[in-house]
């Protein structure tokens, strides 16, 4: 590998035309190593132009590589659909490099590459049969006659016509019209001239066919393959939000019967029990959220669970008989057990649960630090960071 100062370095940047650092830097490396064209990635491609092109392989000595890079690079940047581009990048980077396949490869490079021209031109004849008929031209006899006049109106408004932003580039659809008209095409060649599968003019567009119907193949399967995450994503989003809104609502539940208890007469052993039950469904609550994975809403409602365990302690504490240690014990070794569960699963651990397993070291510690403890626990897993280093030991 050459070493060479700064300032060649930073004046060869600037001659590319790179804009960004990390562009400036893949392209170096590609520069530098001496790739094969098929050995530069899609997303590096993406940041050339055709004067990297022509630095990686001149034209003049290098002339099959710099072919092969220029087509790529039409690949990467023909359309405005992310996943047509990537199908015909990797049908490129897979090509056998036969003739036949480079043929068709440059067929589709000069649809791409003079796409808006080839818009101007269908939006110019158009736009000339409607002047014709506007102003009740009429072109009889034979051709020689009137094609002059025809041609120079053409010309006028092919000059006037300014092709629409939206459609300066083909789409995924354009495209696969273009296949269906060479198809066509082709049948009906195949059709007038009797060809048969022997003749070489028969195999070709066979081939051809076969070549341009594999692409639309390959895009179908990639969008379908796209949509289906995006519904699954969608899915498991509306079934989260059903487990947040049923929480809730047992938390809502949970504070109108305090509320009620508080305002009515019921015996102490009655309201004991309402009591039990309504912690019993609390701590299912909690297990519930924990378990299917945690969106930033679900973690600040786990916030919220604390807030109330928190209360239900200082509650206790004012004097409260109706709420014991072991009910308060019961619903902190549930989440610690839960966070214990999900940050084996976040750092790949395979999990095997025992009734019996020590989640936190909860021994000789208050409730109030264990729950600090969880807390910490929550704001590094919102954070992205390891919760390991957080232990009893770090709050004594």
Same mark, same amino acid.
């Given at each position: 590998?050459?070493?060479?100062?700064? *300032?060649?370095?930073?004046?060869?940047?600037?001659?590319?035309?790179?804009?960004?650092?990390?562009?400036?830097?893949?392209?170096? /490396?590609?520069?530098?190593?001496?790739?094969?064209?098929?050995? /530069?990635?899609?997303?590096?491609?993406?940041?050339? #132009? +055709?004067?990297?092109?022509?630095?990686?392989?001149?034209?003049?000595?290098?002339?099959?590589?710099?072919?092969?890079?220029?087509?790529?690079?039409?690949?990467? #940047?023909?359309?405005?659909?992310?996943?047509?581009?990537?199908?015909?990048?990797?049908?490129?980077?897979?090509?056998?490099?036969?003739?036949?396949?480079?043929?068709?490869?440059?067929?589709?490079?000069?649809?791409?590459?003079?796409?808006?021209?080839?818009? %101007?031109?269908?939006?110019?004849?158009?736009?000339?049969?409607?002047?014709?008929? &506007?102003?009740?031209?009429?072109? $009889?006899?034979?051709?020689?006659?009137?094609?002059? $006049?025809?041609?120079?109106?053409?010309? %006028?408004?092919?000059?006037?016509?300014?092709?629409?932003?939206?459609?300066? #580039?083909?789409?995924?659809?354009?495209?696969?019209? *273009?296949?269906?008209?060479?198809?066509?095409?082709?049948?009906?060649?195949? &059709?007038?001239?009797?060809?048969?599968?022997? !003749?070489?003019?028969?195999?070709?567009?066979?081939?051809?066919?076969?070549? &341009? $119907?594999?692409?639309?193949?390959?895009?179908?399967?990639?969008?379908?393959?796209?949509?289906?995450?995006?519904?699954?994503?969608?899915?498991?989003?509306?079934?989260?939000?059903?487990?947040?809104?049923?929480?809730?609502?047992?938390?809502?539940?949970?504070?109108?019967?305090?509320?009620?208890?508080?305002?009515?007469?019921?015996?102490? @052993?009655?309201?004991?029990? &309402?009591?039990?039950?309504?912690?019993?469904?609390?701590?299912?609550?909690?297990?519930?959220?924990?378990? #299917?994975?945690?969106? *930033?809403?679900?973690? $600040?409602?786990?916030?919220?669970?604390?807030?109330?365990?928190?209360?239900?302690?200082?509650?206790?504490?004012?004097?409260?008989?109706?709420?014991?240690?072991? @009910?308060?014990?019961?619903?902190?070794?549930?989440?610690?057990?839960?966070?214990?569960?999900?940050?084996?699963?976040?750092?790949? *651990?395979?999990?095997?649960?025992?009734?019996?397993?020590?989640?936190?070291? %909860?021994?000789?510690?208050?409730?109030?630090?264990?729950?600090?403890?969880?807390?910490?626990?929550?704001?590094?897993?919102?954070?992205?960071?390891?919760?390991?280093?957080?232990? +009893?030991?770090? !709050? @004594?």
């Amino acid at each position: 590998m050459q070493v060479i100062n700064t *300032v060649t370095t930073y004046k060869t940047q600037q001659a590319i035309g790179l804009k960004q650092t990390e562009a400036t830097a893949r392209f170096d /490396i590609a520069y530098y190593a001496k790739k094969d064209p098929k050995d /530069i990635s899609y997303d590096e491609y993406k940041t050339f #132009t +055709k004067d990297n092109i022509e630095q990686l392989y001149p034209q003049d000595i290098m002339p099959k590589e710099n072919e092969k890079a220029n087509s790529l690079l039409i690949k990467v #940047t023909g359309t405005d659909d992310e996943i047509l581009n990537k199908v015909l990048f990797d049908k490129e980077i897979q090509s056998d490099d036969s003739e036949f396949t480079q043929r068709t490869s440059q067929m589709l490079n000069i649809i791409m590459e003079h796409w808006e021209m080839i818009e %101007q031109f269908n939006l110019a004849l158009q736009k000339t049969d409607e002047y014709i008929k &506007e102003h009740g031209i009429k072109f $009889e006899g034979h051709p020689d006659k009137w094609i002059g $006049e025809y041609s120079r109106i053409n010309s %006028q408004i092919m000059k006037e016509t300014v092709v629409p932003e939206n459609q300066k #580039t083909i789409s995924a659809e354009e495209l696969f019209q *273009v296949f269906e008209y060479n198809k066509q095409g082709a049948q009906s060649l195949i &059709e007038y001239y009797n060809y048969t599968p022997a !003749d070489k003019q028969y195999q070709y567009m066979q081939s051809m066919i076969s070549y &341009e $119907e594999s692409i639309k193949h390959e895009y179908d399967k990639r969008v379908k393959e796209k949509n289906s995450i995006l519904a699954s994503y969608t899915n498991n989003n509306q079934a989260t939000q059903n487990k947040i809104t049923q929480a809730q609502e047992a938390k809502d539940e949970q504070e109108r019967i305090e509320k009620q208890s508080t305002t009515t007469k019921a015996s102490k @052993d009655e309201a004991e029990e &309402e009591s039990k039950t309504n912690l019993k469904r609390l701590m299912e609550d909690i297990r519930s959220v924990l378990r #299917t994975g945690f969106t *930033v809403s679900e973690l $600040e409602y786990i916030e919220k669970l604390i807030d109330e365990i928190k209360k239900l302690i200082r509650e206790k504490e004012e004097g409260n008989d109706k709420i014991s240690d072991s @009910d308060i014990e019961k619903l902190i070794q549930a989440i610690e057990k839960e966070i214990l569960v999900l940050e084996k699963k976040l750092n790949g *651990v395979v999990i095997i649960e025992k009734d019996d397993e020590a989640s936190f070291n %909860q021994n000789n510690t208050s409730f109030e630090v264990r729950l600090d403890i969880i807390q910490k626990k929550l704001d590094n897993m919102r954070n992205g960071k390891d919760t390991r280093s957080i232990s +009893k030991t770090e !709050d @004594d």
